[in-house]
């Protein structure tokens, strides 16, 4: 069995190379990529400045991450993303953050979480109207013909 920890960062440059690695080995998983949109360097320092950012390791590796933005009552938090390397998938690694996420936004006492998510990604979405999230809104990008789900689990 493989040794998985979790690491919460708030504002901590420390964990700079972790979220740069992350971002940059799962780039072409978003569609579209994030690179495509933003320098990865840029994430990372907003995530740093802005976020808090949960990152899994994997025998001390980093190997998934959960970005988001909490707020306390009666605002709402939100989910920025989550992502895990293709090494480390199938370990639980993913929905354990999320979870994460929710166990801190819920400490806090916020009203609830929002995430928007690609809603061809049956799996992740099957598996977020398990832990309660609702479909708020569907619609189509601009630079995409996928249709992307609002999701909001209030607390």
Not at 75 to 93: E, F, H, M, P
Not at 123 to 130: A, D, M, P
Not at 132 to 145: A, I, N, R, V, W
């Amino acid at each position: 069995m493989k040794n998985i920890t979790y690491k919460l960062y708030q504002k901590d440059n420390n964990a700079y190379s972790d979220i740069y690695s992350i971002l940059e080995e799962t780039d072409n998983d978003f569609i579209p990529s994030l690179t495509s949109k933003f320098k990865i360097e840029d994430v990372t320092k907003k995530y740093i400045e802005l976020a808090h950012t949960y990152i899994a390791y994997v025998e001390n590796k980093p190997a998934g991450l959960v970005a988001y933005y909490p707020n306390k009552k009666p605002k709402d938090s939100y989910l920025s993303i989550i992502t895990v390397k293709k090494a480390y998938r199938g370990l639980q690694i993913g929905k354990t953050l999320e979870l994460k996420c929710i166990e801190f936004c819920k400490r806090i006492d916020s009203k609830g979480l929002l995430v928007n998510m690609r809603k061809s990604n049956g799996g992740l979405f099957k598996s977020r109207i398990n832990l309660g999230y609702q479909t708020t809104k569907e619609y189509k990008l601009e630079y995409s013909d996928e249709l992307i789900t609002d999701l909001y689990l209030k607390f």
